[in-house]
């Protein structure tokens, strides 16, 4: 038996052993934490900068992108919320609905190259480490009473909703929204088709929804689904019915998932403060959290229900407040998030906002700290020892990208695994080879990703074994790669240990081989 091998059955040891400690967090560089930024593609926010008409404006996309993509995976990032549906239109290639016009100033224009902006990023971000989850809006169509003229719509049209909010002052504007029903079921069965067709064809890491349900403040008991919620039937009250019709969307996307491809991660971003204002919290035996709960009552959704019943793996609430805020203080709204995540068995990774980053005093070492002090709140209040924080929006990570790189984010971490969604032993890759700085390996098994560590030679393999971490220590990971091959920094290549091992796509970390 070589010094290897031995090396390996100690290790394997170790691990089971560590695997019946309880785990110890690490708040300055835990292993594990989802570190997401949310890429918002309505408007054009974040990319594209603007409609590309031929070739050229193509590669001017891509690039964006790319470049995008590169500083946030400089920052520490390790995970992409990609928008691909913003007003019941496609970032890819569907047959369900048409192209969005951000991409080439015309709603239902294929854009030029034959390209797909989901599979691109998806490809891109993988090839950084980087995972790729699906931002998609369930029910918004548009801001204007008038339809659109393109095929696609005119086969929803019978599903939609319009609410006319009217001007609170003479200054205002009316402003109208227009939504696919959530109180019929057709339009329910539409939203879970996108979802079920971005799932199956596409190679995503994560889908997740934002916070628009219904329309902010439609009015009860005047007109619009007045009709279907009498004749359907409900001992419900109109809005206990219309949260109901949120929910079922919730569950038919989770369940949808389950069966096609439970691997990808199922994600919902409400609005920071929920509960209910006591009213649903106290049905948890939660306490009532700080601020004030809007979406319960005029968006109509209960993510405490989707928590409790199983049906999101994760919530992003966006607590989009500073700490000295008055009525929303950060820290406490996300401690509440995380009992409540605790409590009901759910995962949190709040969203933070860098929004006052795109103006001139954006870029301080003051702002810098608040956001310092928000991701350090989040991992405090983690539930399953699972931190995470979501930066809202990747246009604004500016300079502060290189803070969290030099601070917080500077440790790799891996994404939070799911010990509950439960994998075989794929067992370890083999035949470790380095040509040049191309490390490659023999995959034990198909659909895998891996974590690559580098120890150096003066470092004892037992003391780079970490009880927190789980195994090797974060410390000495590089690089996370979805092909079993990795480029390794030159000056890696010598007076270092070189070690990689199988991560599955529940975030499952497996059994270490060394470089010989």
């Not at 934002?210 to 009250?237: H, I, M, N, V």
Request: glycine fraction near 6%.
């Amino acid at each position: 038996m070589t010094r290897f091998s031995m090396f390996r059955r100690a290790i394997s040891l170790l691990l089971f052993m560590l695997s019946l400690l309880p785990a110890i967090t690490r708040a300055e560089a835990p292993k594990r934490e989802f570190r997401g930024a949310w890429v918002a593609t309505i408007y054009g926010l974040d990319w594209p900068s603007t409609p590309a008409a031929d070739a050229a404006g193509v590669k001017k996309q891509q690039k964006e992108l790319t470049t995008l993509l590169d500083r946030l995976s400089a920052a520490g990032v390790n995970a992409v919320l990609f928008q691909v549906r913003t007003f019941s239109d496609a970032l890819y290639k569907s047959k369900l609905e048409p192209w969005a016009s951000v991409l080439t100033g015309k709603r239902g224009q294929a854009p030029a190259l034959d390209w797909d902006p989901l599979q691109f990023c998806i490809d891109e971000a993988h090839a950084r480490g980087m995972e790729c989850h699906a931002w998609v809006n369930p029910f918004r169509y548009s801001t204007s009473t008038r339809p659109y003229a393109d095929p696609f719509d005119a086969k929803i049209r019978p599903l939609l909703i319009s609410f006319t909010e009217q001007p609170k002052t003479k200054k205002d504007k009316a402003k109208t929204t227009v939504i696919l029903d959530p109180g019929n079921p057709k339009a329910r069965a539409h939203v879970v088709d996108v979802c079920r067709d971005i799932v199956s064809r596409y190679d995503i890491d994560g889908l997740v929804f934002d916070d628009y349900f219904y329309p902010d403040r439609l009015p009860l008991g005047s007109g619009y689904d007045l009709d279907e919620w009498k004749k359907s039937g409900t001992s419900l009250s109109q809005a206990d019915w219309r949260r109901e019709n949120v929910n079922t969307v919730i569950a038919s996307v989770y369940d949808m998932i389950q069966q096609i491809k439970p691997h990808v991660i199922f994600g919902v971003s409400p609005a920071g403060v929920a509960g209910g204002n006591g009213e649903s919290s106290a049905r948890y035996s939660l306490p009532r959290s700080p601020g004030n709960d809007w979406i319960y009552s005029r968006l109509f959704c209960d993510p405490l229900r989707w928590m409790h019943d199983g049906k999101v793996d994760y919530i992003s609430p966006q607590i989009y407040w500073n700490n000295n805020h008055k009525t929303n203080p950060y820290t406490p709204i996300a401690r509440w998030w995380g009992v409540a995540a605790e409590r009901l068995g759910c995962r949190i990774y709040p969203s933070i906002s860098l929004s006052s980053f795109a103006g001139a005093g954006g870029n301080t070492l003051q702002a810098w700290k608040e956001r310092d002090s928000q991701i350090s709140a989040n991992r405090d209040a983690a539930s399953f020892e699972s931190p995470g924080s979501i930066l809202y929006a990747a246009r604004n990570i500016h300079e502060f990208g290189r803070h969290l790189s030099d601070g917080l984010f500077r440790h790799k971490a891996l994404p939070p695994a799911f010990p509950d969604k439960k994998t075989a032993d794929p067992g370890a890759a083999t035949h470790l080879k380095l040509k040049g700085q191309t490390l490659s390996w023999t995959p034990p098994a198909k659909g895998l990703r891996y974590t690559v560590y580098a120890i150096p030679d003066d470092v004892d393999l037992i003391d780079a074994m970490s009880i927190a971490d789980g195994g090797l220590s974060a410390d000495y990971l590089i690089g996370i790669t979805y092909q079993p091959t990795f480029t390794l920094p030159a000056h890696l290549s010598r007076h270092y240990q070189i070690a990689v091992a199988p991560l599955d796509r529940y975030g499952h970390e497996w059994e270490v081989e060394f470089l010989k």
